[in-house]
């Protein structure tokens, strides 16, 4: 158990409406990751953070973006959420730095109706 | 380009029929080819981490081979509980962000 938790676990909302899905994890890593997984696509990674205010895109961005404020929280938003969002998303963390091996928190269900 | 492929997509075997899964893989420089498991609802969960060609670790009726095109997880005897999807990722000496680069797995069930 890496101490990863996130919130929601489960959420439905609207079209155009924001989002917000939230990471905590209770060991201070420097890295943490927000992935999507989708039936045929297996997880794709949205953005990665790498310290405190230190982010970066991964392949599928557009639409999202994400802010980490504190080392233990890792924010992701959908400024305006869109039925191709509804997916499943799962927050890593990283407990090594040269090899990286990523310990995933239970995930979040995201429908956009 | 890195890419990682998974096969079969799906395999059911009855209880104590041995076989494998295979991860074939393509990256500039093998920094690490990982196995994780995932329950229907869950998050993966973290098997093991191949470093080098001819590298084996084993876990239970787990034992994962590594070669320089390709990763195997065999499984020995298995158990209905071994019934998941089974996930490999590679990680390149260009990622020093350690990004990984996910197959699309491998559905395991175990008929009693």
């Known amino acids: 158990d890496a101490g990863i938790t996130q919130s929601p676990r489960h959420k439905v909302t609207e079209t155009g409406t924001p989002v917000t899905l939230r990471c905590h994890q209770t060991?201070?890593?420097?890295?943490m990751y927000w992935y999507r997984q989708d039936p045929g696509h297996g997880l794709r990674l949205i953005h990665y953070?790498?310290?405190?205010?230190?982010?970066d895109k991964g392949e599928v961005s557009d639409g999202y973006s994400v802010s980490r404020s504190k080392t233990e929280d890792f924010l992701l938003t959908l400024e305006s959420a869109t039925s191709s969002q509804t997916s499943v998303y799962f927050c890593a963390i990283s407990v090594k730095q040269v090899v990286n091996e990523q310990y995933f928190g239970p995930g979040t269900r995201l429908t956009v109706t | 380009e890195d890419q990682v492929t998974q096969s079969p997509e799906a395999l059911r075997l009855q209880e104590g029929e041995s076989s494998s899964l295979n991860c074939s893989y393509t990256?500039?420089?093998?920094?690490?080819l990982f196995w994780y498991r995932q329950d229907p609802g869950k998050g993966p969960e973290f098997l093991f981490t191949?470093?080098?060609a001819g590298e084996e670790k084993e876990k239970e009726r787990l034992k994962a081979t590594l070669t320089k095109k390709e990763s195997f997880l065999h499984i020995t005897a298995p158990k209905p509980e071994d019934s998941a999807t089974y996930l490999c990722a590679v990680q390149g000496s260009s990622s020093n962000t350690g990004k990984l680069i996910f197959g699309q797995g491998t559905t395991l069930q175990v008929k009693p």
């Open positions: 953070s790498y310290g405190v205010k230190d982010t």
């Open positions: 990256v500039s420089g093998l920094r690490g």
């Open positions: 191949l470093y080098s």
């Open positions: 060991e201070n890593h420097r890295y």
